[in-house]
C-alpha cells in the first residue's frame, strides 16, 4: 500500500493550483537531486505528496537512471486516478469544458480505461461503460446520475470500485449503435440534446482532435451533404456562404449523418435510439434552402480526407465512409491527429505548460510514437510527458 492519501477536496483543489501555477512559473528551476525530482514526480502524477517509501524508492530509480520506473510507482497511486485522470477526463464531457463537474458515467469510463490498460482509441466505439461496485451504491440507471453521485457522495477509490461493462447491457441500446463515451448518458445530455446533433461532431473534434471547426475549415470540399437549415445567403450575400459557412458544414454535415438515429430526450432524461428512422431535427428549418441534402439514414463521408486537412492523418486502414456512430468515432480514434491530441493534452496536464520549443516538440513526437506503438496505452503517455518535466 502507498503511503498517501486523498481527500475528495483534492481533486478541485488541484484543478485550481494549476491553472496558478503554470501562470505564475511556465519555467520553473531545474531540482539538483534525484529526491526533489522524485518529489516533483510525484506531484505532477498525483498531485499530492509522495510518503517516506514511495519517496525513497522513486529516488533510487531515479538515480539508477530508471526514471520511468519511479513514474510507473506513482502511478500506483489512487490519487492518479481519484485526481489526476479525472481532471483529464473531466473537462470531455460537458460543453464549458469545466473540470468542476460530478463524476458521471463518461468520465468514470476514461478513468477505468486508463487504469485498465484498455487501447484508447476505442474510447469513441467500444460497447463499454465503468460503473462502481460500492456497497449501498444505487443501480446504474441510463436516466439518472445517482450511481455516480453516490460514488462522488462517499468518497469511493476510483482506483479500486469501477469495473467494466457492456454498455448496452445496461442501456438497452444495440450493441452495435455504441460508440464508447458518446453514448455513454453524460456525453449524450452534454451533445445529443436538442440541436441538430452538430454539437456531437463539433466536440468530438475539440476533444479528441484538439481542433475547433474554425481551425480544420476548407472552403474547397464538396457541398453536397450541407442539409437544408444553414442558409445559402446569409444576411442576404451568398458570398459569406460560399467563403466561409461552407467551409465547416460541407465537412461536418457529412460526418454528422452518423448521428442520425440518436437524441437525448430532455425529458426522459435518457438516450433515445431510432435504428431505420432519422430524428426530426435534421430536418428543421427545411425551407431555408429546400435543394439542401436532405438526410435518409445514418450514412457519413469524410471530406476531409482530401484536401488542407489530409494532414490529420487519416487511417488508410479504413474506408473513410460508413454507417452510424460507431464507424465514425473509429474513423476519428485512428486517425495520427488523434494520438498526438491525446499526448499534447497529457503533456499539458503533466508539465502544467503546452509544447513550447523544438525540444518540447520532438518529445510530444516521440511520446505519440510510444503511445501508438504500447497499443494506445494511457499510462505510457503520463509517465513520459512526466518524466521530461520533472526536472523543469
Given at each position: 500500500?502507498?503511503?498517501?492519501?486523498?481527500?475528495?477536496?483534492?481533486?478541485?483543489?488541484?484543478?485550481?493550483?494549476?491553472?496558478?501555477?503554470?501562470?505564475?512559473?511556465?519555467?520553473?528551476?531545474?531540482?539538483?537531486?534525484?529526491?526533489?525530482?522524485?518529489?516533483?514526480?510525484?506531484?505532477?502524477?498525483?498531485?499530492?505528496?509522495?510518503?517516506?517509501?514511495?519517496?525513497?524508492?522513486?529516488?533510487?530509480?531515479?538515480?539508477?537512471?530508471?526514471?520511468?520506473?519511479?513514474?510507473?510507482?506513482?502511478?500506483?497511486?489512487?490519487?492518479?486516478?481519484?485526481?489526476?485522470?479525472?481532471?483529464?477526463?473531466?473537462?470531455?464531457?460537458?460543453?464549458?469544458?469545466?473540470?468542476?463537474?460530478?463524476?458521471?458515467?463518461?468520465?468514470?469510463?476514461?478513468?477505468?480505461?486508463?487504469?485498465?490498460?484498455?487501447?484508447?482509441?476505442?474510447?469513441?466505439?467500444?460497447?463499454?461503460?465503468?460503473?462502481?461496485?460500492?456497497?449501498?451504491?444505487?443501480?446504474?440507471?441510463?436516466?439518472?446520475?445517482?450511481?455516480?453521485?453516490?460514488?462522488?457522495?462517499?468518497?469511493?477509490?476510483?482506483?479500486?470500485?469501477?469495473?467494466?461493462?457492456?454498455?448496452?447491457?445496461?442501456?438497452?441500446?444495440?450493441?452495435?449503435?455504441?460508440?464508447?463515451?458518446?453514448?455513454?448518458?453524460?456525453?449524450?445530455?452534454?451533445?445529443?440534446?436538442?440541436?441538430?446533433?452538430?454539437?456531437?461532431?463539433?466536440?468530438?473534434?475539440?476533444?479528441?482532435?484538439?481542433?475547433?471547426?474554425?481551425?480544420?475549415?476548407?472552403?474547397?470540399?464538396?457541398?453536397?451533404?450541407?442539409?437544408?437549415?444553414?442558409?445559402?445567403?446569409?444576411?442576404?450575400?451568398?458570398?459569406?456562404?460560399?467563403?466561409?459557412?461552407?467551409?465547416?458544414?460541407?465537412?461536418?454535415?457529412?460526418?454528422?449523418?452518423?448521428?442520425?438515429?440518436?437524441?437525448?430526450?430532455?425529458?426522459?432524461?435518457?438516450?433515445?435510439?431510432?435504428?431505420?428512422?432519422?430524428?426530426?431535427?435534421?430536418?428543421?428549418?427545411?425551407?431555408?434552402?429546400?435543394?439542401?441534402?436532405?438526410?435518409?439514414?445514418?450514412?457519413?463521408?469524410?471530406?476531409?480526407?482530401?484536401?488542407?486537412?489530409?494532414?490529420?492523418?487519416?487511417?488508410?486502414?479504413?474506408?473513410?465512409?460508413?454507417?452510424?456512430?460507431?464507424?465514425?468515432?473509429?474513423?476519428?480514434?485512428?486517425?495520427?491527429?488523434?494520438?498526438?491530441?491525446?499526448?499534447?493534452?497529457?503533456?499539458?496536464?503533466m508539465c502544467l505548460r503546452a509544447p513550447s520549443n523544438a525540444a518540447d516538440r520532438a518529445?510530444?513526437?516521440?511520446?505519440?510514437?510510444?503511445?501508438?506503438?504500447?497499443?494506445?496505452?494511457?499510462?505510457?503517455?503520463?509517465?513520459?510527458?512526466?518524466?521530461?518535466?520533472?526536472?523543469?
Amino acid at each position: 500500500m502507498l503511503e498517501t492519501s486523498k481527500t475528495s477536496s483534492g481533486r478541485a483543489t488541484l484543478a485550481a493550483l494549476l491553472t496558478l501555477t503554470a501562470v505564475a512559473q511556465p519555467f520553473a528551476p531545474a531540482f539538483a537531486g534525484p529526491n526533489d525530482q522524485a518529489k516533483r514526480l510525484f506531484d505532477r502524477i498525483t498531485g499530492t505528496p509522495p510518503g517516506a517509501t514511495v519517496l525513497q524508492q522513486m529516488s533510487a530509480d531515479i538515480a539508477g537512471n530508471n526514471a520511468m520506473a519511479a513514474a510507473q510507482l506513482a502511478m500506483q497511486d489512487p490519487a492518479f486516478y481519484n485526481v489526476t485522470v479525472r481532471n483529464f477526463a473531466a473537462p470531455m464531457t460537458n460543453v464549458a469544458q469545466s473540470v468542476f463537474v460530478p463524476l458521471n458515467d463518461y468520465t468514470a469510463t476514461i478513468i477505468g480505461m486508463v487504469r485498465d490498460n484498455v487501447p484508447f482509441n476505442t474510447v469513441l466505439s467500444a460497447d463499454l461503460v465503468y460503473t462502481g461496485n460500492m456497497s449501498g451504491v444505487p443501480a446504474y440507471s441510463p436516466s439518472n446520475n445517482n450511481h455516480y453521485q453516490y460514488l462522488d457522495s462517499n468518497n469511493a477509490d476510483l482506483s479500486k470500485v469501477l469495473q467494466a461493462t457492456q454498455q448496452s447491457a445496461l442501456t438497452g441500446i444495440p450493441s452495435a449503435a455504441t460508440a464508447g463515451v458518446m453514448t455513454t448518458t453524460a456525453g449524450a445530455s452534454a451533445f445529443f440534446s436538442l440541436g441538430t446533433n452538430r454539437r456531437m461532431l463539433r466536440f468530438t473534434m475539440i476533444n479528441y482532435m484538439c481542433n475547433d471547426l474554425n481551425t480544420i475549415m476548407d472552403i474547397t470540399r464538396p457541398p453536397d451533404r450541407i442539409r437544408q437549415d444553414p442558409s445559402r445567403s446569409p444576411g442576404g450575400d451568398s458570398r459569406t456562404f460560399l467563403n466561409t459557412c461552407i467551409g465547416c458544414h460541407s465537412g461536418m454535415d457529412a460526418l454528422a449523418g452518423a448521428f442520425a438515429y440518436y437524441n437525448f430526450d430532455t425529458t426522459a432524461n435518457q438516450l433515445v435510439y431510432t435504428p431505420g428512422q432519422v430524428q426530426g431535427k435534421y430536418a428543421i428549418n427545411t425551407a431555408n434552402f429546400p435543394y439542401g441534402h436532405v438526410t435518409t439514414d445514418d450514412s457519413w463521408i469524410n471530406y476531409w480526407r482530401q484536401g488542407a486537412n489530409a494532414v490529420l492523418g487519416w487511417s488508410s486502414s479504413l474506408p473513410g465512409s460508413g454507417n452510424g456512430a460507431k464507424a465514425f468515432g473509429q474513423e476519428i480514434e485512428n486517425s495520427a491527429q488523434f494520438a498526438t491530441c491525446q499526448v499534447q493534452k497529457v503533456f499539458q496536464a503533466m508539465c502544467l505548460r503546452a509544447p513550447s520549443n523544438a525540444a518540447d516538440r520532438a518529445q510530444v513526437s516521440q511520446i505519440t510514437a510510444d503511445f501508438v506503438s504500447s497499443g494506445y496505452n494511457m499510462k505510457t503517455a503520463f509517465a513520459e510527458s512526466a518524466v521530461y518535466c520533472m526536472g523543469q
